[in-house]
């Protein structure tokens, strides 16, 4: 891959509520663009190393209707289960050991997980719900510890060490109507605030102007040194944010007949799932061999991920970047060989990764079709789903390396 220098432009923002002159760090170094290949000739078989079966326990309880988001600290995983409203901890054996739930509207408590998100500096637990405008924070296990209010509907945020950001790609409101207490919210993507919740400053000017209906929990990335990996919808390039910086990170681009949206794209982009004009330009688009990421982005020490696998398109599109040696390959459902079921199980979306592992729930409807078990090959995954009671388990998640060699 080719990594590309960079110089961020120092800014200065002002603005008359805080008196105060704030502006971002001046940032040297470097950015990774992301080819986007022709897809890889081989198996499911040869593009998995390893993997493990993890069957998290089932009780009254610890159980789950479905996993929406995952993030690992200390082998210890946080599950997001937003029927439920729920953030299940379980070991990384899939032991149970809490969860938070205190739906309400008492000061400490929530109508509606929105997003929540890990504090790997401070060992906490970040719960975000937009219908009561409140960040409630937690430790590492489950514990309340602090509530902070809102004046805004927020939409997705993250603790640093001094405070908070929040990231939103939403569409904006017309004037004079407005989602944001202030004008600096409402043209960009990334707002930065104090422990208080008070508002400090903006970045990152918002580049897909029209309705954008889709969110993904991928599109924010917390590292475990404590900065940002961010996606805006649609976009080609993923940022890396601190407290009190951004800069590029990634940069994806096509190397072979697929197209990536440019910024005039994404400028007339809009979509709407009740607008049916909007979803057919997509799909024409797709049609046109477009990929749209949806923020579907995962990244470690060892590797990083982006798929493309919007609503519109059957064809499930990945890319692995292995940092080791510099390499990407490209993976597309639609010509993978090998054994489907294996295939539909670790070509689902991943939801974390840790290390040279990532994580990924097999799909409902493999779990319920009594059949699946018997068209997989013998070995550890058609034992693990034949000795699946159905009616009585939590989402089976799986737990996979890559083949290290399909990088040479």
């Known amino acids: 891959m080719i990594k590309i220098k960079y110089i961020a432009v120092l800014i200065c923002i002002f603005f008359s509520a805080c008196k105060n002159q704030m502006k971002y760090t001046e940032i040297a170094g470097d950015y990774t663009i992301i080819n986007v290949e022709t897809p890889v000739n081989i198996s499911i078989e040869n593009l998995i190393g390893d993997y493990d079966t993890v069957r998290l326990e089932s009780s009254e309880e610890s159980l789950l209707k479905e996993i929406f988001q995952i993030y690992i600290m200390n082998d210890t995983l946080y599950i997001l289960d937003h029927s439920k409203t729920t953030v299940s901890i379980f070991s990384n054996t899939g032991k149970y050991i809490n969860k938070i739930h205190t739906v309400g509207q008492g000061p400490d408590e929530y109508i509606q997980i929105s997003s929540f998100s890990i504090d790997y500096i401070n060992k906490q637990i970040v719960v975000m719900d937009a219908y009561s405008k409140k960040i409630i924070l937690y430790d590492r296990n489950g514990n309340h ?63 897909t102007p029209q309705t954008i209906e889709i969110r993904s929990a991928h599109a924010l990335i917390n590292l475990k040194d404590g900065t940002f990996l961010y996606q805006p919808a649609l976009s080609d390039t993923i940022y890396i944010v601190n407290e009190n910086s951004i800069g590029l990170k990634y940069v994806i681009q096509s190397g ?29 688009m797709i049609d046109d061999k477009y990929l749209f990421s949806w923020g579907e982005i995962l990244d470690s020490d060892d590797y990083f991920y982006v798929g493309f696998s919007g609503l519109l398109s059957n064809d499930k599109v990945k890319v692995y970047y292995s940092k080791s040696k510099d390499k990407t390959i490209t993976v597309s459902s639609n010509s993978i060989k090998g054994n489907k079921i294996l295939a539909d199980i670790f070509l689902n979306t991943p939801l974390v990764t840790d290390n040279k592992s990532f994580y990924t729930v097999i799909p409902a409807r493999i779990m319920y079709d009594e059949t699946s078990a018997g068209k997989l090959p013998e070995g550890k995954m058609k034992t693990f789903l034949s000795g699946t009671d159905i009616d009585d388990t939590n989402p089976l998640l799986i737990r996979f390396t890559l083949n290290d060699s399909i990088f040479d």
Do not use: W
């Open 256 to 284: 072979s007949a697929y197209k990536i949206p440019s910024y005039k794209d994404r400028q007339k982009i809009s979509f709407s799932l009740d607008n049916k004009n909007g979803r057919e330009h997509i799909k024409n």
């Open 145 to 207: 510890e602090k509530t902070v209010l809102l004046n805004f509907v927020p939409v997705r945020i993250a603790s640093t060490t001094s405070g908070f950001v929040h990231f939103c790609s939403e569409p904006k409101a017309t004037p004079p109507y407005s989602m944001f207490p202030y004008e600096e919210m409402e043209t960009s993507n990334v707002h930065f605030f104090d422990k208080k919740g008070n508002f400090l400053h903006a970045a990152k000017q918002d580049d």
